[in-house]
T-cell receptor, first 110, second 112 residues
Framework: EDQVTQSPEALRLQEGESSSLNCSYT??????LFWYRQDPGKGPEFLFT???AGEEKEKERLKATLTKKESFLHITAPKPEDSATYLC???????????FGKGTRLSVIA | SQTIHQWPATLVQPVGSPLSLECTVE??????LYWYRQAAGRGLQLLFY??????ISSEVPQNLSASRPQDWQFILSSKKLLLSDSGFYLC???????????FGSGTQLSVL
């Protein structure tokens, strides 16, 4: 059974304090790993798709990386507006529905 | 560009009352459509998905049903709500099945 585990559950950072969020996965033939940002009371907003180990994607202060067992979302010099829950999801080779992690709730304090 | 609309944003319903949540997608044809539920402290749970008009797949047996009367329209319904139906309901679409999803703004349902 495919599984996605995100850690930590919650992370509190000072503005400018860089850190990383982790998404560990077990999946039968990875066909895509997706990162989303979700603000309170809103739907998730798509950030990145990664397909193969070694791949990296960047957007502003965010950088996503992928290995064969996990993905990291690196946040460089975060600002308060980066505060949100970040979700990770995987797609397997069997074309079954995406499996989501429970998310990491990030708070950036000014 | 493609847009997804979901309403209402919040809903408070008594136990035993019916439910109808609507989702529409504009700017794309034959989208794959999904209904998810997100409970506090839990991950996103897929409820239904549809690859075309009248084609509905249910992932979790429950008190809910879904319909797709038009290519661009996806409806989540219940005849009698239960307390356990409370949660945050999200509609989503994708071009390819089980690929990158685009979510609506969600409906917070409270069953009292």
């Amino acid at each position: 059974e495919d599984q996605v585990t995100q850690s930590p559950e919650a992370l509190r950072l000072q503005e400018g304090e860089s850190s990383s969020l982790n998404c560990s996965y077990t999946v039968s033939g990875l066909r895509g790993l997706f990162w989303y940002r979700q603000d309170p009371g809103k739907g998730p907003e798509f950030l990145f798709t990664l397909y193969s180990a070694g791949e990296e994607k960047e957007k502003e202060r965010l950088k996503a990386t992928l290995t064969k067992k996990e993905s990291f979302l690196h946040i460089t010099a975060p600002k308060p507006e980066d505060s949100a829950t970040y979700l990770c999801a995987v797609r397997n080779s069997g074309n079954t529905p995406l499996v989501f992690g429970k998310g990491t709730r990030l708070s950036v304090i000014a | 560009s493609q847009t997804i609309h979901q309403w209402p944003a919040t809903l408070v319903q008594p136990v035993g009352s019916p439910l109808s949540l609507e989702c529409t997608v504009e700017g794309t044809s034959n989208p794959n459509l999904y209904w998810y539920r997100q409970a506090a402290g839990r991950g996103l749970q897929l409820l239904f998905y549809s690859v075309g008009i009248g084609q509905i797949s249910s992932e979790v047996p429950q008190n809910l049903s879904a319909s797709r009367p038009q290519d661009w329209q996806f409806i989540l319904s219940s005849k009698k709500l239960l307390l356990s139906d409370s949660g945050f309901y999200l509609c989503a679409w994708s071009v390819l099945r089980n690929e990158k999803l685009f979510f609506g703004s969600g409906t917070q349902l409270s069953v009292l």
